[in-house]
């Protein structure tokens, strides 16, 4: 490994993990302090808090995911006033598609009755989602600005920017929760105030710091003219967090249709938060991931952003085996922090396993989409999560938990199933461009082919599609006797024989 490189990419990622874990608590603080009013309360700030990610700030975050490629590519190609006309112009977008999920949040109570949530927990949710609404505005544009200094390797001054108004937080949604009359009312309100706070201070700090006179020229009309070139980034960016975020709200749902609701509910619960922490950490490497190949491509330097991701790949197999090895050693303590009984613990240890394998190739998986983001692929990303996540993971979960009783045990490994098979189905210039870990690593490729073959009932049919269709394996894998082997006689199974002539992976 180039730890040169690596070390560029830890010190990025940091930063960035950080200042996304603070961000992330100011909503979070909130309905820790609703949640102390009551257990209605408790219901229904959660339930909003849930909502509200799915359908609005995870949707934000998406759309800010086109300026990775724009400013990422452009600070690259040193065409450095084009970076604020785009911020201007992906800032228009979070303002449009703010107020059209404004109008859904407004409607919330309806839209949850009709989903067959509680009355009483939907009347709290939608008052809690009413005043939260301001916040999202907020929100959009701080993702904006993130991205923004995020392309041009600004993330350091991210932690106190964030950390700050966190700090803040806690004052402002104690005083209107406990000190106004506001009460239930004054946690989302405090919210929004304090993703205002965050916001503007990000803003004065990129029109005043003199490191942002080259990016940074002043609001300008010819942003106008640039909105649907950022757009048809801009969406795929939103449909590729969306698709997966959605992924696991499905999976919460499904629990509830499972024998015994409260305990699997809790269960895959737990399994979906743990998830989200952990891919806390691989946001960071994601970004800097994204970042350096969009500059490097942006400058014309192909090698280097094959290099980077490279080294961005075995930096997240470190990352996952370390999270892995923390949740093994720490398995009878972690799922005490989300419930006390005995009966949810250990079944959640009986999970783990399946759980560690989600959240390995997980975080793979995630650092390849920063990848894409990146290169500026998202419509490819889009298919690929559409496609592994709704047409071969969710049927997968649905099917062996509810035919083969497994409940929700399947359902972690239905993430896992979909974040693995990924790499394996992207054709057309990802698939072409995957080949640099051919080139450059061949015993991690002929990994993950091994990985695939770990569950044979599910995967070795979809590598040997591939086989079929695109005549793939490169030569370089046989010098792993165990892998070609495990593929040889798979293979051989189905008729295929050892001697088929197959190619190199580098004309997939």
């Keep these: 490994m180039d730890f040169t490189e690596a070390k560029v990419q830890a010190l990025f990622a940091v930063p960035m993990v950080l200042s996304n874990v603070f961000y992330f608590s100011i909503t979070m603080v909130s309905v820790m302090f609703a949640g102390h009013l009551g257990d209605i309360e408790l219901a229904g700030s959660t339930l909003a808090n849930s909502w509200a990610n799915?359908?609005?700030?995870?949707?934000?975050?998406?759309?800010?995911?086109?300026?990775?490629?724009?400013?990422?590519?452009?600070?690259?190609?040193?065409?450095?006033?084009?970076?604020g006309i785009y911020l201007q112009a992906s800032c228009i977008i979070s303002f449009f598609f703010s107020l059209i999920i404004s109008v859904l949040w407004f409607f919330t109570e309806p839209i949850l009755v009709l989903l067959h949530q509680d009355p009483e927990i939907s009347r709290t949710a939608a008052l809690y989602m009413k005043y939260l609404i301001p916040g999202l505005f907020a929100y959009g544009f701080l993702q904006n600005i993130l991205r923004f200094l995020q392309t041009q390797s600004i993330v350091k001054p991210l932690v106190v920017f964030s950390v700050i108004p966190l700090g803040i937080h806690f004052g402002i949604v104690y005083s209107l929760v406990n000190k106004t009359s506001l009460g239930f009312k004054g946690a989302p309100l405090a919210a929004s105030i304090s993703l205002w706070i965050s916001f503007l201070s990000l803003a004065v700090y990129v029109v005043f710091a003199n490191k942002f006179n080259n990016t940074w020229k002043g609001l300008s009309f010819e942003s106008f003219h640039y909105i649907l070139q950022n757009l048809k980034l801009a969406l795929p960016s939103a449909a590729m967090i969306c698709l997966e975020g959605w992924a696991f709200e499905i999976l919460v749902f499904l629990a509830g249709l499972m024998?015994?609701?409260?305990?699997?509910?809790s269960l895959i619960a737990i399994c979906v938060n743990t998830e989200n922490i952990a891919?806390?950490?691989t946001v960071g490497l994601s970004a800097a991931a994204s970042t350096i190949v969009s500059n490097e491509l942006g400058a014309g330097n192909s090698n280097r952003a094959k290099h980077a991701t490279t080294v961005s790949l075995k930096l997240s197999i470190l990352v996952a085996v370390a999270m892995v090895l923390t949740l093994l050693s720490g398995h009878d303590i972690w799922p005490g922090f989300f419930s006390d009984s005995h009966s949810i613990i250990k079944k959640f240890t009986d999970m783990m396993p399946l759980l560690v394998i989600s959240i390995a190739i997980d975080t793979v998986q995630g650092v390849l989409s920063g990848v894409v983001r990146g290169c500026g692929w998202q419509n490819l990303a889009v298919i690929v999560n559409?496609?592994?996540?709704?047409?071969?993971?969710?049927?997968?979960?649905?099917?062996?938990?509810?035919?083969?009783?497994?409940?929700?045990?399947?359902?972690?490994?239905?993430?896992?199933?979909?974040?693995?098979?990924?790499?394996?189905?992207?054709?057309?210039?990802?698939?072409?461009?995957y080949?640099?870990?051919?080139?450059?690593?061949?015993?991690?490729?002929?990994?993950?082919?091994?990985?695939?073959?770990?569950?044979?009932?599910?995967?070795?049919?979809?590598?040997?599609?591939?086989?079929?269709?695109?005549?793939?394996?490169?030569?370089?894998?046989?010098?792993?006797?165990?892998?070609?082997?495990?593929?040889?006689?798979?293979?051989?199974?189905?008729?295929?024989s050892r001697s088929h002539d197959l190619v190199t992976i580098q004309q997939f």
Excluded at 57 to 81: I, R, W
Excluded at 391 to 413: E, R, S
Aim: glycine share 6%.
């Design 54 to 83: 799915v359908t609005g700030f995870a949707f934000m975050v998406g759309l800010s995911g086109a300026l990775e490629t724009l400013c990422g590519q452009g600070f690259g190609a040193k065409m450095y006033n084009m970076l």
């Design 259 to 265: 024998p015994n609701p409260e305990i699997t509910t």
């Design 279 to 281: 891919y806390m950490i």
């Design 386 to 433: 559409l496609g592994t996540f709704y047409c071969i993971g969710m049927p997968i979960a649905v099917f062996i938990g509810f035919k083969f009783k497994l409940h929700v045990k399947c359902q972690t490994d239905e993430s896992a199933k979909s974040s693995l098979v990924s790499p394996f189905i992207r054709k057309s210039p990802w698939a072409k461009d």
């Design 435 to 496: 080949r640099l870990i051919i080139e450059t690593d061949s015993t991690l490729a002929a990994d993950w082919m091994l990985n695939l073959l770990s569950c044979p009932s599910v995967f070795t049919p979809l590598i040997e599609a591939c086989l079929k269709e695109c005549s793939v394996l490169d030569w370089r894998v046989s010098r792993v006797p165990k892998v070609y082997n495990s593929l040889a006689d798979s293979l051989a199974k189905k008729g295929i």
